[in-house]
Antibody
Framework: EVQLVESGGGLVQPGGSLRLSCAAS????????MHWVRQAPGKGLVWVSG????????TRADSVKGRFTMSRDNAKNTFYLQMNNLRAEDTAVYYC??????????WGQGTVVTVSS | QSVLTQPPSVSAAPGQRVTISCSGS????????VSWYQQLPGTAPKLLIY???KRPSGIPDRFSASKSGTSATLDITGLQTGDEADYYC???????????FGTGTKVTVL
């Protein structure tokens, strides 16, 4: 079964850090671009960042540059998002997504990140 | 933050047709592929359309899409109660060097 499963979300104070993980299965992870998309409560979808299949290419939204870093372990079929200096506006459901055919074709169920004191 | 503009809501009776527009610019829709996503209440989004008009396996042909210039359109025909959801367009933006989503459209079946 093709699947993405996120973990690592939770409650963190402003200025804190959190690392999200995304476990992939059912497809060839090592040749896939991977992305993070987030959705604040009651709001729309916002693309956050993307990482190439070998980890050499990255793109990020301006709102997270300098604070969020992606990495991947192709041997473990796992994708990560390291989030530092978190702000209240980072509060959202974070989705791990596969990029293919110029689209986002596989989505995880999401993990909730809440930034609050 | 959204640079793709959609109507907030559209509605129609069961069996009827709705059209959702997505307005962008030369740095995204005009030059890049457009995708469409359906997000049912409380669930993760699902890919409906990729590369402007193509449907993934399992998506019924009641869903169709097109693109012209800096705008794209999603059509849903034979509307069903199960189609009640939020719909988003998406494209890569060459000026931003990233991806952008539309503002989202809520479809209501009357």
């Amino acid at each position: 079964e093709v699947q993405l499963v996120e973990s690592g979300g939770g409650l963190v104070q402003p200025g804190g850090s959190l690392r999200l993980s995304c476990a992939a299965s059912g497809f060839t992870f090592s040749i896939s671009w991977m992305h993070w998309v987030r959705q604040a409560p009651g709001k729309g979808l916002v693309w956050v960042s993307g990482l190439s299949s070998d980890g050499s290419g990255t793109t990020r939204a301006d709102s997270v540059k300098g604070r969020f870093t992606m990495s991947r372990d192709n041997a473990k079929n796992t994708f990560y998002l390291q989030m530092n200096n978190l702000r209240a506006e980072d509060t959202a459901v974070y989705y791990c997504v596969r990029g293919a055919n110029s689209a986002f074709d596989i989505w995880g169920q999401g993990t909730v990140v809440t930034v609050s004191s | 933050q959204s640079v793709l503009t959609q109507p907030p809501s559209v509605s129609a009776a069961p069996g009827q047709r709705v059209t959702i527009s997505c307005s962008g610019s030369s740095s995204n829709i005009r030059t890049e592929y457009v995708s469409w996503y359906q997000q049912l209440p409380g669930t993760a989004p699902k890919l409906l359309i990729y590369e402007n008009y193509k449907r993934p396996s399992g998506i019924p042909d009641r869903f169709s899409a097109s693109k012209s210039g800096t705008s794209a359109t999603l059509d849903i025909t034979g509307l069903q109660t199960g189609d009640e959801a939020d719909y988003y367009c998406e494209a890569r933006d060459t000026s931003l060097d990233g991806h952008v989503f539309g503002t989202g459209t809520k479809v209501t079946v009357l």
